[in-house]
């Protein structure tokens, strides 16, 4: 059996306006685990972290912090 993820992303979008900028990331990160994220400038790097961190809401897509739905709950909460 494998552990659960401490961060999941399920089907992750992000659009500003009509340009959309993230589509359909999906990721798990297990508890101790290790991931990079790498593209050119423009690929949407800052706007996946920002979902994660609640500085962006996803315009689909959920985010949960160890089984949590956290999306779109700003960082300070």
Do not use: C, W
């Not at 994660?52 to 956290?70: E, Y």
């Amino acid at each position: 059996m494998s552990p659960s993820p401490a961060l999941q992303l399920q089907e992750v979008h992000k659009s500003f306006g009509p340009t959309p900028i993230i589509r359909g990331v999906t990721l798990d990160v297990v508890a101790g685990e290790r991931h990079a994220v790498i593209g050119p400038n423009g690929a949407g790097k800052s706007t996946l972290f920002n979902i994660v961190s609640g500085r962006f809401p996803p315009t689909r897509g959920t985010v949960r912090l160890k089984g949590t739905d956290i999306t779109g709950q700003p960082p300070f909460e």
